[in-house]
């Protein structure tokens, strides 16, 4: 099969991309089923530089807002692809389809999950109370290096985009991370299986992506294609001269199905994400940093139960604040060499939800390995990956032995963003989640860490900075603040504790009554 594929890159590649091209047209005419909606093709395609036969069509249809069950509606079009993927099995390996409506669309490309409702122009929640059918979250996840949609090319219709204007200042590195948080998690991948179908190509985009992004965060240099990206980074890191070049000539060998340099490609990626980190803290330096207290006594305070692990750490980084797990999520730093494909596979097959995060250490970097590539909201690897002591100053802090952490002054990543993007997805959790879904054992989970959300937002404004990172944490500093909490406090704690360590359910009064307290604190109970 991987021969058969590659085949499509020798010398009949022109009569291949004619037949592609043709399949994309069909696709986009049999989807889109109304003359205002848009078909674009975004990705490899979109730019003209795809592999026939590896790369995904990636194909979306944008359009106007309209009911449930309208013909050209969103629901209309999902379901026009739903009967063309069974009529035609084989599309379900040829492309994927994405369907927004206008508001959607406008929604997520809006802003990043990081700084999402911040500037008070969208609903302040991203992730909890919504219908999750409706809502679309890669945009955030991936906004794109040159800003969202910026890689789409319209097929068909009229233009329902609005204007991509490139991401600047320091939204530049909000951007930039995410981009080369979603290659890690192609690496993890090919360490894992060095000898897939797309192993090869891979192996080029892991270097050709990263360069990418460090001619634009270094030079404001913007490419598309893969051969100009990888010429321009010779001239620019002449001491990588050696990488770059075989990473030209492997993809020239492509069609020729050649053997994955899976070694090499990792070790390039820990030098240049490090560059990058380095880059990343000088740029932001002077921006200043917000140092916040972590309340915690140490691994016996975890809730987690983790037999056969050597060392715990509590894991509270932005994802964990903002899109938790029922606490207390923790890592666990390994030993290794993380351009090691042996290592990062094994580490990655630690990964999983209930268990800690597996953590290796390479300059300026933490990596958190895993094999999921999906990108739904709530795969506990989105928003992970690679993190640097910018994007993560709580686990830097506590992988170097530091009880306070210091978070940069920066959009999305300060305190203070941080602290207000947590509050709102909790609050919206609290509101139209929680009274739907019951007060089980997760919702007594989800309601400390509502709390720690709350008690982040109030020790920042009150000028003392504090975050409690373990369960028994949030419940002592919440006594501490709210005395009259205390015997409740203590009760679902209790509860809480026997449910992760035992198995045994929490009562459900004690469930409703924790979260009513909860809603009642300032953070949430001023803002209505």
């Not at 004619?18 to 078909?39: M, W």
């Not at 249809?61 to 009967?83: F, H, N, T």
Request: charged share 25%; proline share 8%.
């Amino acid at each position: 099969m991987r021969r058969a594929a590659l085949r499509t890159q020798g010398p009949l590649r022109p009569l291949w991309a004619l037949l592609f091209g043709a399949l994309v047209r069909v696709l986009a005419r049999s989807l889109r089923a109304g003359s205002e909606n848009a078909a674009y093709v975004r990705g490899s395609f979109g730019y003209g530089q795809p592999v026939y036969g590896l790369s995904d069509i990636d194909l979306i249809i944008v359009v106007p807002d309209s009911p449930r069950g309208q013909e050209g509606s969103r629901e209309a079009v999902l379901q026009r692809w739903k009967r063309l993927r069974r009529a035609v099995p084989l599309l379900d390996r040829l492309a994927t389809v994405s369907v927004y409506e206008d508001e959607g669309l406008a929604d997520a490309a809006g802003a990043t999950h990081l700084t999402y409702g911040l500037d008070g122009s969208a609903r302040a929640a991203r992730f909890f109370g919504r219908d999750l059918e409706r809502t679309h979250y890669a945009l955030g996840t991936r906004p794109g290096l040159y800003g969202p949609m910026s890689d789409w090319r319209r097929l068909a219709g009229p233009e329902r985009r609005s204007v991509v204007h490139p991401p600047s200042g320091d939204d530049r590195w909000l951007s930039a991370w995410l981009e080369l948080q979603c290659w890690w998690r192609y690496a993890f991948s090919v360490a894992a299986d060095p000898a897939d179908v797309h192993a090869a190509r891979i192996c080029v985009r892991l270097v050709a992506e990263p360069a990418r992004i460090w001619l634009w965060m270094a030079h404001f240099e913007r490419h598309r294609d893969v051969r100009g990206t990888l010429e321009s980074a010779l001239s620019r890191l002449p001491e990588e001269e050696a990488v770059l070049r075989r990473a030209l000539a492997l993809r020239q060998a492509l069609p020729k199905s050649p053997r994955a340099p899976v070694e090499e490609a990792l070790a390039w990626l820990v030098r240049i994400s490090s560059q990058l980190a380095r880059r990343f803290a000088s740029d932001v330096e002077g921006r200043g940093v917000t140092s916040v207290r972590l309340f915690w006594t140490g691994e016996p305070d975890l809730a987690l139960a983790a037999p056969g692990y050597a060392s715990l750490l509590p894991l509270v980084d932005w994802r964990a604040r903002a899109l938790p797990e029922p606490p207390d999520e923790a890592f666990t730093l390994l030993e290794g060499d993380a351009s090691d494909p042996a290592v990062l596979a094994s580490a990655a097959a630690l990964e999983g939800v209930g268990r800690p995060c597996p953590v290796l250490r390479a300059p300026h970097l933490l990596i958190m390995p895993t094999l999921d590539l999906s990108s739904r909201p709530l795969v506990r690897a989105v928003l992970r990956a690679v993190q640097c002591r910018a994007t993560d100053p709580v686990s830097f802090a506590l992988a170097e032995s530091c009880r306070s952490a210091e978070f940069p002054n920066l959009p999305g990543w300060s305190a203070r963003d941080s602290a207000l993007r947590a509050v709102a997805e909790h609050r919206a959790w609290l509101e139209v989640d929680l009274p739907h879904l019951g007060y089980g054992p997760e919702a007594l989970g989800l309601t400390f860490t509502a709390a720690r959300a709350a008690l982040f937002l109030e020790t920042l404004e009150a000028g003392d900075p504090g975050l409690p990172l373990t369960v028994r944490a949030v419940s002592e500093l919440l006594c501490a603040r709210h005395q009259p909490a205390r015997t409740l406090v203590e009760e679902a704690r209790g509860h809480y504790v026997a449910w992760r360590l035992e198995g045994r359910s929490p009562p459900q009064g004690t469930t409703r009554a924790f979260a009513e307290l909860v809603a009642a604190l300032p953070a949430y109970a001023e803002s209505r």
